[in-house]
């Protein structure tokens, strides 16, 4: 039983004679009942037909329904889903994840950059699976830094040692890995990673809200970033944090 099956229902129920059927995403929410979470909104590989480090929570449900993503545009926020089997599907579908309408090549004038926060994993963990908002909220630090970045900024992603770029509601398994305990080697090996990652979100102003064992690996990699709290020690961010906290 997965919290996305509405969406499965819907796309069961539509008539036959549909080949294809474009939803926005806040048509997606209704059906659903929720809101879609940040990287829904900002990564297009949460719409892939196989599992990714950003689609592994929802399993690409709607395959489930014999439908599959063909084209998303993260820019109007729409998806196209289409019937597998149909000639639509036969003609201009293929066995990849789906192609991400292109952003146009002039820049963005209607308004300032999406502004996505990272948090960096925290050593205090559940000890149960749990979405990563909940699985690092035995860190006082880290409930402050999601609470900030929920409330100032357009979404966030927790910067994991194990995983890479996680979205808040995925969710993981305990673990314990840290950066601190790796080699130089593998924090440039991770820092690859995550920018990888990073690009796949478009233009958006990136700003961290984690230490320097997991700034400085993504700053090597070319990734550009906002450092708010550079410099200050964990008491200090905790009250940076409560003074702009409602």
Known sequence: MSKYDPLVRYLQNLPATTSSATLTFRQIEGILGFPLGASARTYSAWWANEASPQSRHTQAVW?????????????????????????????KLTNAAPRTIAPPSQPRTSGPRRRIGLISCTKAKLSRPAPARELYSASDLFRKAAAYCDTHLDGWFVLSAKHGLVEPERVLESYDVTLKTMSSLE???????????????????????????????????????????????IGQRKRWYLERLP
């Open 63 to 91: 395959l489930k329904a014999r439908w599959e993503t063909r084209d998303v545009d993260m820019r109007s926020g729409r998806v196209t889903f289409v019937r597998t089997g149909s000639s639509d599907h036969r003609l």
């Open 187 to 233: 924090r440039r090996r991770w820092g690859a990673q995550v920018a990888q990652q990073l690009r796949q979100l478009g233009d958006v102003a990136l700003e961290a809200h984690a230490g320097a064992d997991y700034v400085r690996p993504l700053i090597e990699a070319g990734v550009d970033l906002g450092e708010p709290l550079h410099g200050l020690a």
